[in-house]
């Protein structure tokens, strides 16, 4: 039997154009270079939007081919996120803080025809551009300064002719590019479709999820360049949300004043964003004026629940979720819900810690060596993942199909525990997991239990090969003041964790190596550290 619904493309174009017809006055505020904040509304970013696309598709632009970005979050970022793709291109968020080599690499490995850049990173573009592929660059003017090699962005909008009509897109074509953040192996491409990044948004909106309303307003401090901000300027668009954008000022009193100034209500971070917030808010809390009822997604890697704990006490909600950029980044959101039943304020912040559970439409399947773990809570299997906005392959990279299973579920690499509720419990990366005399440690929950000791700002606790156990822990810490002994905390873990589990060594060192988008890099912890316990004494003898 034919269905009697009409065949409508699930594509950002509607999206877009919902916010500019019914909230045109519902402000996109940006933090410039010079500080200032920039004020433009719904009704501004869909005629720019239009233009842009129009002056793409003119300056020859053709169907699925990229424009890469090299910016920070601002309005006219906001404009590339739709203007690309509604000019039938794919926008290209190229990640600011890798390395030139390595920008030059997957710039060319995506085939980016044009770049558009912030005029404050030309500095970092020039130290790639003779290896990079761009026909044309044009620049987001913020300063004075001449750029004669490149051509001004504003000037390409004017070149938009009147009369160029914006493609019909179909809702399978690939709207937007990311490579992934490389915390194991070269960085990989993800691409989204239109109907992937729609979805996406629809499940995170939900009030299961984090509840996008028209009465939010909006701040990603995660960088645009990051998994699409983790989808925010879309959902945040969708729902005609208001939108606040911290441009390169990600330090805790920036975000606070932008949180106190334009009242934000829901912003989302890195656990290293939300503890130098924190951080502030218990140094001075009288002086910050947050919103009532603040909600803070944080995700990337695990907040301690220390942290969620504080917040609660600030009255700011944490709100813990998991994905990857491969999962257009968010498959799993932690809510408590009724149906749980009484629990322990203990309990409660425990289960909080958690990933969660899968948003709707997202499958999530746990499995070991011995098939399907049960729901335990103690069973370690690997998370696969299943849905309509899981990527099936890397872009151009035939060779890394194993990433995905026969039946066709992406392996994360995460392993988890799941509780008798559903709730996913990340215990390691299946590369950081520590195997001692054939038994896994997880390194996430004795980090998690480091930094909830005073003077411990963050830790790193990584396998190195051991004569008789294999593979023990040892812990990498950055202290702040007081600085702990390294007694005190093995006395303090001793609680939580059996003898065989606590690390043979405490090293405080100045700072941890982290990837660009701010996660631990313990492969280069466990290259410095290799032989530190060759001979030594282990704590598991
Ligand atoms: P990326 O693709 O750069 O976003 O990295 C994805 C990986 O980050 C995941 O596979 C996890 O290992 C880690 N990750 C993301 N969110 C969380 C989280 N909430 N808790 C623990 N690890 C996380």
Known sequence: MKNTMMDFQLTLAPMLERAGTLYPTVQIVSRMPDRSLYRCTYADLVTR????????????????????????????????????????????????????????????????????????????????????PFERVFVHRTGSGPFDRYEDYEALLKTAPDDCALPQLNEYDAAAMCYTSGTTGDPKGVVYSHRALVLHSMALAMADSLAFSHNDSVMPVVPMFHANA????????????????????????????????????????????????????DKNPRHWRVAPGLRLAVGGSAPAESLIRRFDAHNIRLIHAWGMTESTPIASICRLRPSLGEMSEDE???????????????????????GPVPWDGKTMGEVQLRGPWVASSYFNMPELGDKWTPDGWLRTGDVVTVNEHGYLHIVDRTKDLIKSGGEWISSVDLENAIVGYAGVK?????????????????????????????EELNDFLAKRFAKWQLPDAYIFVEELPHTSTGKLLKSALRDRYRDYLNGHFSIAD
């Open 49 to 132: 939007v239009r233009t842009l696309a129009r002056a793409l598709i003119a300056a020859g632009l053709q169907r699925g081919e990229r424009v890469a970005t090299l910016m920070w979050n601002h309005s006219v970022h906001l404009e590339t996120y739709f203007g690309v793709p509604l000019a039938g291109g794919v926008i290209h968020t190229l990640n600011l803080r890798l390395p030139a080599q390595q920008l030059a690499l997957i710039a060319n490995h995506a085939g980016d025809r044009f770049l558009v850049v912030d005029e404050i990173l030309l500095p970092a573009f020039q130290r790639f551009i003779s290896d990079a």
């Open 458 to 486: 963050e830790a790193a606790v990584i396998a190195v090969p051991h004569p008789k156990w294999d593979e023990r822990p040892i812990a990498v810490i950055v202290a702040g003041e007081p600085k702990p002994k390294p």
């Open 348 to 370: 409660q912040y425990a289960l909080r810690s958690t990933q969660g559970t899968p948003v709707p439409f997202m499958e999530a399947r746990v499995i070991s060596r011995t």
């Open 230 to 281: 983790w989808g925010f300027p879309y959902v945040a668009t969708m729902v005609g949300a208001k939108q606040v954008l911290p441009g390169p000022y990600l330090d805790a009193e920036s975000l606070l004043d932008l949180c106190q100034r334009e009242q934000v209500t829901l912003a989302t971070g890195v656990p290293t964003v939300w503890m130098a917030v924190c951080a502030e808010l």
